[in-house]
């Protein structure tokens, strides 16, 4: 029996719309969350009803929902439950008892036709949850390699119960999907949809001299630029290491920019870019809004992590018309195309990735690898195709349940 709200949407825009209720861990900033936070404005600009329920509410992309009229769900526990539990471990199974009951009501009460689960905790919660709410149809997104089940072996044989009960199952990149086959999913179930791009923010009228003067950069620096929260497998200690090694080589005045929340490792990679003799090469900046700024003031993007599903920072790089160093981990080999629009190099390698730095700081073509790039993600990773992806999985999941 089809409800009003899960009857699907004509290709043209007309008719009701299927109501998606999309689960995700937070609204902090990050790759996935960013990425949540695209869609959902896009589906709801092009007429769908998605909602967000979050495990862990608020966060500083919330705005950016409630700003369009998306409907956000969860539950925060008050302080004197944590006053009265104390123990940080009860308060944390408390926590996730509660969530998950809040989650089993938001289902039964707002009915969404498909239910689609982003990063393992939302896959876990989520999946479980919503056998006990009888949601017609079930997607997974999985963003990243299946690294993190090695320390958390329980979190891999939920996830191995889960898969055969999902409608659809969807990665993001090529190298994600194939080890999803391999943790016995049916292939005819597995979807690819690469991440989306929005042109417009390096589309506007931008002046490079002005924008540096404003961030203290010098007009004529060789300036790199890495995009991720200050993590350990992102590989900045590699960063690091292999500008040390070619310090003396490179064209001065040369910066750094790496661009992230820090988790705890900043002091540290601070004090060995110090130990090394490029500590006043390399800017710490933080989390920023403004990261399009940044990009365009940039000439050359990095980004050396030693595990990723499909990341965006690559695609705002190329964007942005900057040549990517990247490494060869997840789908970064499918994004950019080594020695067209830039290099990609073993992941761990500080070695090599100094040689690549090096290689795209002299080269003479670095402004083309980097159009190159930008016209690459035109044609291949708009946030039009994507979204018109994310439509025909909803349209394909809705049908397959009726």
């Known amino acids: 029996m089809c409800t009003e709200s899960s009857k699907i949407k004509s290709s043209n825009g007309a008719g009701n719309s299927l109501r998606i209720l999309l689960i995700i861990g937070s609204l902090e900033v990050g790759g996935a969350e960013r990425h949540v936070v695209q869609v959902v404005t896009r589906l709801k600009a092009r007429g769908w009803e998605p909602e967000i329920f979050v495990l862990t509410p608020g966060g500083p992309l919330t705005h950016i929902l409630t700003d369009v009229g998306v409907?956000?769900?969860?539950?925060?526990?008050?302080?004197?439950?944590?006053s009265v539990l104390k123990n940080k471990r009860l308060c944390a199974r408390v926590g996730l008892v509660i969530t998950s009951v809040a989650l089993i009501y938001t289902m039964w009460l707002r009915r969404p036709a498909v239910v689609h689960f982003f990063l393992p905790a939302a896959y876990v919660v989520g999946g479980i949850a919503s056998f006990f709410a009888k949601i017609p149809a079930r997607i997974m997104s999985r963003r990243s390699l299946h690294n993190y089940q090695t320390?958390?072996?329980?979190?891999?044989?939920?996830?191995?119960?889960?898969?055969?009960?999902?409608?659809?199952?969807?990665?993001?990149?090529?190298?994600?999907?194939?080890?999803?086959?391999?943790?016995g999913i049916n292939p005819e179930r597995l979807r690819l949809i690469y991440n989306g791009i929005e042109l417009?923010?390096?589309d506007t009228p931008f002046d490079r001299s002005a924008v540096r003067t404003q961030f203290g950069i010098p007009d004529d620096a060789l300036v790199f630029v890495l995009v991720a929260n200050l993590i350990p497998y992102k590989g900045h200690a590699d960063l690091i290491k292999a500008l040390a090694r070619i310090k003396e080589a490179l064209p001065e005045p040369w910066l750094a920019l790496c661009i992230g929340r820090d988790d705890g490792i900043g002091t540290r990679l601070?004090?060995?870019?110090?130990?090394?003799?490029?500590?006043s090469n390399i800017r710490f900046l933080g989390s920023r809004s403004d990261v399009p700024l940044f990009l365009r003031s940039a000439d050359v993007g990095i980004l050396c992590s030693h595990e990723e599903g499909f990341s965006n920072a690559v695609l705002e790089g190329m964007a942005a018309g900057l040549p990517m160093v990247v490494t060869d981990v997840g789908g970064n080999a499918e994004a950019v195309l080594d020695g067209v629009t830039g290099y990609v190099v073993p992941?761990?390698?500080?070695?090599?990735?100094?040689?690549?730095?090096?290689?795209?700081?002299?080269?003479?073509?670095?402004?083309?690898?980097?159009?190159?790039?930008?016209?690459?993600?035109?044609?291949?990773?708009?946030?039009?195709?994507?979204?018109?992806?994310?439509?025909?999985?909803?349209?394909?999941?809705?049908?397959?349940?009726?």
């Open 200 to 202: 417009a923010p390096y």
């Open 270 to 279: 601070q004090q060995e870019a110090d130990s090394l003799g490029v500590g």
């Open 347 to 402: 992941a761990h390698n500080p070695e090599c990735l100094a040689d690549a730095l090096l290689k795209v700081a002299l080269a003479d073509d670095r402004a083309l690898m980097g159009d190159r790039g930008r016209e690459r993600v035109a044609e291949t990773f708009s946030m039009n195709s994507c979204i018109d992806a994310y439509e025909a999985l909803y349209r394909e999941a809705g049908a397959q349940v009726r």
């Open 151 to 183: 320390a958390h072996p329980y979190v891999a044989r939920i996830e191995r119960y889960l898969h055969p009960r999902m409608t659809l199952v969807c990665g993001n990149s090529r190298a994600v999907v194939e080890e999803l086959a391999t943790e």
């Open 71 to 82: 409907p956000i769900h969860g539950v925060t526990l008050s302080d004197w439950v944590f």
